[in-house]
Structure formats: C-alpha cells, structure tokens
C-alpha cells in the first residue's frame, strides 16, 4: 500500500467533500477505510490519520510518512 498515496487521497476527499470531511472527524478510522477500500490494521490505520490531519492542519505528509515507516 502506498500509505502517501492515500493520505494525499484523503486529505483531498476531506478538503473537496463536507460530508466526508465530518465523516473523518466523528470516524477517522471508518472513513480512511471507506477510502482504500481495504481493512487496514489498526496499528497502520492510527498512522495514517495522523498523517491526514498533521497534512489538514498545514504539516509535511512527509514528516507523517517517516514516523510511519519506523513501524517496519
């Protein structure tokens, strides 16, 4: 999976679509799965939350990438 690939994704959904973007916030987990379309494990998942908001918020999605590598 490529988790920049699908922060990027997200981030535009959350930015495009209101709907979407409560969606993430009352469920970020739900909605960042409803996107890739895959189960993702919740250890992932968390990482790429964090990775949509740090990028909604103004922060690099590459500062979010490095700490997600570290997972593996």
Do not use: R, Y
Request: glycine content about 8%; cysteine-free.
């Amino acid at each position: 999976m490529d988790i920049k690939k699908q922060i990027d994704t997200i981030v535009g959904k959350v930015k495009a679509d209101p709907d979407f973007a409560n969606k993430f916030k009352e469920n970020p987990e739900k909605a960042v799965e409803s996107v890739s379309g895959i189960d993702i494990p919740d250890g992932m998942v968390d990482k790429v939350v964090e990775g949509v908001k740090a990028a909604i918020k103004g922060g690099k999605v590459s500062d979010a990438i490095d700490s997600i590598k570290k997972l593996f």
